[in-house]
């Protein structure tokens, strides 16, 4: 009978748990390269799933798929566990792959307007001024009505911007072609990486990382990130960008008997590597708040210094894997590693940190009233499902099979703000109300001049000269070059005086 109120974790002079009700408190897995942090990930994910919490996870070199397998008693497993003191329990668990390029899971899109500015600057590697013309694009699609959806309604949007540049200064500020050549630059990197593959629809539902299986385990949601790792800034801002969505859209919940789903950030430092201080202020305020709508954070990382104090100190479920004290900040990581433990008068933290062997780890978890216990050198349990990666064969019946299979697959196209914008370039004007009229009276004047047909238009088809002229002049209407112009016409056309 499985205990749901703990999770054991690891076995040192006595058991180490892990209280389910404290999972929404965060923690952090650290230790060199081979430590053991894949192993002690894939025990915690058991954990909670098998007590109906979902997990959502990156699978950085592809060995956690073997979760969604049954355990083999191999001997170093069947070891293991008589070395924790446990009888080995073969098991597997309910797994839905993604993958952001669509190859080895279900698509995950997200809309442009989900990312938002601030988290597609840190994408594209803005400084501030593009930042600021980005954050223009954002209002005035909102203020036009323009959906952004995908990179393409992006890129016409910042086209369209520069084109009608001088009639923004006033109400927008300056949008200058040097900054928004630069966004584009980058939104052509972005596409070159696979990032066109990730914005679009159907944008994925919170709702289906959050499945329990019929025997109420929770899903555990695998995100395959082995090709994604060469694109960081994408991996990075992607989980932010979830983490973000998680914590505007659920409700706040307080504390429960266990969270509605952990999530573990493999490659941390990544998050935080040159990030920039408002950057940084929302991930420390998402740490610091999503807790209160059932949400647990994991960050897995090789150095604790990786990650900033002020999301350290949030960080109340503790496993510290070896560290290799060769260098003076190999020294310094483990000292700041030994400092953010419970002492333990019995152990010299520091010192051990650099002794433990694979799958050894110094635990410190929450209990009673959420107060860590003191540190204590443990052995990680083995896994009870297999360790280490699947084949494709297996992978693609367990996408087969998924509740999810077809939702996601077809990128749906809908009407956006290129559709909006190329509308009004064919059209020859840029309020929709008028576009029918070739712009209205000012269109109906202009053609009559230049010849062509009432709406403004070739009747071949193709755009003459005279069209390509009111195009023109229609477009620099609102400036006060254009007014002069406009007028100059219109007193040749009336054979009047315009007032001014």
Do not use: C
Not at 88 to 117: C, K, L, N
Not at 174 to 184: D, P
Not at 243 to 258: A, H, R, T, W, Y
Request: proline share 5%; net charge neutral.
């Amino acid at each position: 009978m499985i205990d749901q109120s703990r999770i054991f974790v690891a076995k040192g002079s006595e058991p180490n748990y892990l209280t389910v009700a404290f999972g929404n408190r965060h923690g952090l897995i650290t230790g060199a390269t081979g430590t053991g942090k894949t192993v002690t990930l894939q025990v915690l994910a058991e954990g909670f799933s098998a007590r109906g919490v979902p997990v959502f996870a990156a699978d950085i070199k592809g060995d956690l798929s073997g979760v969604s397998q049954r355990g083999e008693a191999k001997d170093f497993i069947l070891k293991r566990a008589a070395d924790v003191g446990i009888t080995y329990e073969p098991e597997q668990f309910p797994v839905q792959f993604w993958d952001i390029f669509g190859e080895q899971g279900a698509p995950i899109r997200a809309t442009i307007s989900d990312m938002g500015p601030l988290l597609l600057s840190r994408m594209l590697l803005l400084n501030d001024v593009q930042e600021g013309v980005l954050n223009v694009a954002f209002k005035l699609a909102d203020d036009q009505g323009l959906l952004l959806l995908d990179l393409k309604d992006l890129r016409a949007l910042l086209a369209d911007m520069t084109e009608n540049a001088a009639e923004l200064v006033t109400t927008y500020g300056n949008v200058s072609k040097s900054s928004v050549g630069a966004i584009q630059r980058q939104l052509l990197v972005l596409e070159q990486q696979g990032g066109d593959k990730f914005f679009g629809e159907p944008a994925l539902s919170l709702v289906d990382i959050g499945l329990v299986d019929a025997r109420g385990r929770g899903t555990i949601n695998i995100l395959a990130a082995d090709k994604l790792m060469v694109a960081p800034q994408l991996y990075a801002t992607f989980l932010l960008w979830l983490m973000s969505e998680l914590f505007e859209q659920l409700p706040e919940v307080g504390d429960l008997d266990k969270p509605k789903l952990v999530f573990f950030f493999d490659e941390a430092h990544l998050l935080f590597d040159d990030a920039p201080p408002a950057l940084l202020r929302k991930i420390e305020q998402v740490v610091r708040l999503i807790r209160s709508k059932g949400i647990g954070i994991y960050f897995i990382t090789q150095n604790p210094l990786d990650v900033p104090d002020t999301v350290l100190g949030q960080l109340g479920n503790r496993v510290q894997h070896a560290l290799r004290a060769f260098t003076p900040r190999d020294q310094k990581a483990v000292k700041a590693a030994a400092e953010t433990f419970r002492p333990n008068p019995d152990i010299d933290t520091a010192r051990v940190i650099s002794e433990l062997g694979k799958g050894e780890a110094l635990v410190s978890f929450l209990e009673g009233n959420g107060v860590p216990v003191m540190v204590q050198r443990a052995l990680i349990l083995p896994p009870a499902a297999r360790v280490g990666a699947i084949t494709p064969a297996e992978r693609q019946a367990i996408q087969q099979s998924s509740p999810l299979r077809g939702k996601y697959e077809t990128p749906v196209d809908r009407d956006s703000a290129f559709e909006m914008l190329q509308r009004r370039i064919t059209q020859g004007g840029t309020d929709p109300e008028n576009s029918q009229n070739g712009g209205g009276f000012l269109g109906g004047v202009l053609g009559s001049v230049f010849g062509g047909t009432a709406s403004g238009k070739s009747t071949s088809g193709r755009m003459s000269t005279s069209e390509a002229v009111i195009r023109s002049v229609t477009r620099t209407i609102a400036t006060t070059a254009g007014r002069e112009i406009t007028q100059a016409i219109l007193r040749g056309v009336l054979g009047g005086r315009s007032r001014r």
